[in-house]
Structures are given as structure tokens and as C-alpha cells.
């Protein structure tokens, strides 16, 4: 699975592979106030629950391109070589805080992943090719039973972006914010009073598998939802779960046209898509055919891979993300010009991607990063900023 963090302003972003699993969009530099080799990161501990509590920050250093671990310090360290079979990684865990406490600790230039775990230390193991990060959506995987989460994140000389994600699952919940230069604070993430179990509530309650994409603990303890990509991965959810949204809109798009108009800064940039033959091809003003899609499963809809690959370039990449996100969302019937990027528009058909839909509703702001490309029409649960003087990660109850 890849998981991205995006700057949505850029158009053609430089890809930074971590690990098979993570790619992560550095933003270019900019000419700005420099950006220290390291910003403090506090994490509060809100979360109401006893057991100790353990954080780690790992990712590429941006300064030399290694894989490896920051310690609370923010020293950054190289991962030793792996094995195959994985060998155990070093014990790059930090002793988070107690309930009703926070620690600060610093982030290098790096782009990552913030992860924190409840009552047991994480198992990472290293291959030949890198870490193998946790994959909970395999039953075997040894943090099927962990409660844990993660945050991503970019700090480079452009400032720090810094998300929350449910891409692949909705775990123990949090909230990401960032101190500015100006002074002011923004925050995003942080779910409604109730919303915790609402999510899950919600997800028992909509038929047709979703409920399936709930994992609990052999005691019945709830421990996360798998994101609808992995819930195909493990059948979970049917593999047809979105055809007949699928198939109504490639009849629909037989007779009229989807006019795609994939930057907001570029108006006059569109392209017109059009099904002969079972494909959907693109064209431009003047009528060429720029790309073509086959018709997209499920897999490729949730995941926005696949039959909707998006390369870093400037025509397919942005036509796919757009055409993802209106799968998605369900919004590619009701609104000819896409991205529609009014919220009160998505998930409003019967077939949608309802795990993205319950985990909007119950944000206090709506934002969630709930699909690769939900960043389309600024609805992810991004902050950022170019001259960055703290980032907090909270950690909320579960509830």
C-alpha cells in the first residue's frame, strides 16, 4: 500500500520511497525563514488509559537519504542491515508519556511516520531491503494484537506538514497540530465527543461487510478498523462491493461527458472523459487523447492504484486522483465537473466508500486523510507550515 502525505499545491512532488510502504510527497524549499535541523514535538497523553505508553519516530533522513530512527534527542540513526528471513530491528522505541502528561521530544529533517503504541513495544523487523513496518490487515503479523496508531510526517526546508491518517485503518485516536511563526496554532484530527466508538458503531450498523473490517482482541476489546482497501485484501468486504456504482457510471459517461478540471489554480486546464468500448478516454481542448482508463474495481478505487494509477506527472497523475476521490465519494453521477469539492455533496449514494464517510462525519472539523487522495479539495487532515516553531501530537480517548 502506498501512503502519501501530500502538499496539494504541488503538481509534480518529489517521491520519497519508504520502505514499499510509505511514499511520502516532500514540498519543495522555499525562500523562507530557515527551518532548524530540528522542531520539538510534544506529545500529550490524554488518552485516560493506564498502561505505558510507546513512542517511536522513524522514516528517511532527508540530510542523507538513510532509513533508520530518531531518537528523543532527534539523532538521527541508520538501521542496520537485515535478513531474510526479517531480523528483530533495534529498540528505537521512547517512553511516551503517562496519562495526563506530555514529553517533548525533537524531529529532524526527516519524512516519516510518528508512531505510538499502548501497553507493548511495537516489533519491527528488518529485510534486506529495509523495515518491514506493521501490516495488522495479516492475521500473522506479531502487532495484530497491539493497540497502535501512527502520524506522518515531512519536515524539510520548506516547513513541516504534518497529518493524521486512516488511509490504511482507524485506530486509537489523535490529533496533529503545529505552532506557526506567527505564533497562532492550528490543529486537525481530533474526532467529536463520542466519535471513537461511532465509527464503529456506524460501521456494525451498514451491511454488506463493512462490519468485517473491525479487528478486536481474542477478549472482544476493539482494537482498530481496517481502511475498505485492506478489508478486500483479507475478504472482508466483497470484491464487487462497488461495481454498480462502477457500472452506472461508465453507462453514464457512454452518452454524456466528465469534464475534469484538475487544478484549482489552472481553470482553463480541463480534460473531457468519455466511454467507447468499456474504456474511459480523456481529451483535451483540442481533442486528443491525453489517457484512457479501464474500468476500475474495488481495489483500485480504495487504494487510488491500479486501473487509477497516478503518476507524478501533469496529466494521468491528476486526472486519476480526481477520478478517485469521486469514486469515493460517490460524487461522479450527481456533478459532471469534477473534483466536486463541496463535502454536503460526498458519500450521498448508496454505494460509497462508507468507512470514509463515518470517519468525516465523526471529525469536528471533517477532515480525514480516509483515502490516498483525500486531499483533493483541501478535506485532509493536514497541517503545515513554512516556518514551524512546535508540532504536538495529542492522544485522545477512546471513546
Not at 480504495?302 to 494509477?309: A, E, N, S, Y
Amino acid at each position: 500500500m502506498l501512503h502519501r502525505i501530500k502538499h496539494p499545491l504541488v503538481a509534480v512532488a518529489a517521491a520519497v520511497a519508504l520502505l514499499g510502504t510509505l511514499l511520502v510527497w516532500a514540498a519543495p524549499s522555499q525562500a523562507r525563514a530557515a527551518v532548524p535541523a530540528t522542531i520539538p514535538l510534544t506529545i500529550k497523553n490524554s488518552s485516560g488509559r493506564g498502561e505505558p505508553v510507546y513512542v517511536y519516530n522513524i522514516g528517511t533522513s532527508l540530510t542523507t537519504g538513510q532509513q533508520g530512527w530518531a531518537d528523543a534527542n532527534g539523532t538521527f540513526h541508520a538501521w542496520p542491515a537485515g535478513g531474510n528471513p526479517p531480523t528483530p530491528a533495534p529498540d528505537a522505541s521512547i517512553a511516551g508519556p503517562a496519562a495526563g502528561q506530555s514529553l517533548t521530544i525533537r524531529m529532524p529533517k526527516f519524512s516519516g511516520r510518528i508512531y505510538f503504541s499502548y501497553g507493548r513495544k511495537l516489533d519491527f523487523r528488518l529485510t534486506t531491503g529495509g523495515l518491514v513496518q506493521p501490516a495488522v490487515q495479516n492475521p500473522s503479523d506479531p502487532n495484530r494484537n497491539i493497540l497502535f496508531n501512527w502520524s506522518e510526517y515531512t519536515l524539510n526546508d520548506g516547513g513541516l506538514w504534518l497529518n493524521s491518517t486512516q488511509v490504511d485503518m482507524f485506530s486509537a485516536p489523535y490529533a496533529v497540530g503545529v505552532r506557526r511563526g506567527d505564533g497562532t496554532t492550528i490543529s486537525t484530527g481530533r474526532l467529536k465527543s463520542g466519535g471513537y466508538n461511532a465509527v464503529f458503531a456506524a460501521l456494525r450498523a451498514q451491511p454488506g461487510g463493512w462490519a468485517n473490517l473491525i479487528q478486536t482482541r481474542t477478549d472482544g476489546s476493539v482494537l482498530r478498523v481496517l481502511s475498505p482497501g485492506h478489508g478486500l485484501e483479507t475478504g472482508g468486504l466483497p470484491a464487487s462491493v462497488m461495481n454498480d456504482y462502477v457500472n452506472r457510471v461508465w453507462q453514464r459517461y457512454t452518452t454524456s461527458t466528465l469534464t475534469v478540471t484538475p487544478f484549482a489554480n489552472q481553470p482553463n486546464t480541463k480534460y473531457y472523459g468519455r466511454v467507447s468500448g468499456n474504456v474511459m478516454n480523456f481529451t483535451n481542448g483540442s481533442g486528443a487523447v491525453v489517457t484512457s482508463f479501464q474500468k476500475p474495481d474495488a481495489d483500485s478505487i480504495f487504494r487510488c492504484h491500479k486501473l487509477l494509477d497516478a503518476p507524478n506527472d501533469a496529466v494521468r497523475g491528476p486526472i486519476s486522483r480526481t477520478l478517485c476521490a469521486g469514486f469515493n465519494r460517490s460524487t461522479l453521477l450527481t456533478n459532471p465537473n469534477q473534483p466536486d469539492t463541496s463535502s454536503a455533496n460526498f458519500y450521498r449514494d448508496a454505494v460509497t466508500n462508507h468507512y470514509a464517510r463515518v470517519i468525516h462525519a465523526q471529525m469536528t472539523d471533517g477532515k480525514a486523510y480516509a483515502f490516498a487522495f483525500d486531499d483533493v479539495g483541501n478535506h485532509e487532515s493536514l497541517v503545515h507550515d513554512g516556518n514551524p516553531q512546535q508540532a504536538y501530537v495529542t492522544l485522545d480517548p477512546l471513546s
